[in-house]
């Protein structure tokens, strides 16, 4: 499993710029903002989800004050209904546990049965995300990450949630 080690040596080999900031562990996006971590604005809120039938998974990652309305989501995802996956089905797919849920995850995700679908508000500018350990958060060019996820197999979608 790919964890922050791995994932810091991987940005560091790719030349991407990035800062990390420490902080407690943290489980809710509430709990993040709390922790006085820089550039609140730009933190990512991440949701893995699943539909009904447990065959389409996906990594969403939206603007941190925003509410997912997974009917809408259905739609612009042309899924089946959608709600959140499992915790063992995090473990299983992402290598994740609770609170852990991040971009960064994807990449333990061998089979690439997970779509990562990102929020537009971060198409520009950097993201702030955990490096698979929510005592953490790096903030990279979203460039660099859709690029990491995109060369690794993952499929990338960009959308106006």
């Known amino acids: 499993m790919i964890g922050r080690k791995e994932i810091t040596e991987l940005l560091e080999k790719r030349g991407c ?14 709990e993040m ?14 949701l893995f989800l699943r539909d009904d039938k447990k065959r389409a998974y996906y990594l969403v990652t939206l ?7 997974l009917k809408a ?5 042309s899924s089946r209904p959608l709600s959140f996956a499992s915790e063992s089905d995090l473990e299983a797919i992402l290598g994740l546990g609770k609170g852990e849920v991040t971009p960064f995850g994807l990449l333990n995700d061998k089979e690439h049965r997970t779509v990562f679908v990102l929020d537009s508000f971060f198409s520009e500018g950097i993201i702030g995300i955990h490096p698979n350990d929510n005592t ?3 903030f990279l060019k979203t ?4 690029a990491i996820l995109s060369e690794s197999g993952t499929e990338c979608r960009t959308l106006q949630l």
């Open 143 to 146: 460039s660099d990450l859709l």
């Open 33 to 46: 903002l709390d922790a006085g971590v820089p550039h609140p604005e730009r933190i990512a809120k991440n």
């Open 17 to 30: 710029e990035y800062s990390i900031a420490e902080h407690k562990a943290v489980f809710t996006i509430g």
């Open 63 to 69: 603007e941190n004050s925003r509410t997912a309305d």
């Open 136 to 138: 953490a958060t790096v």
């Open 73 to 77: 989501l259905r739609t612009l995802l």
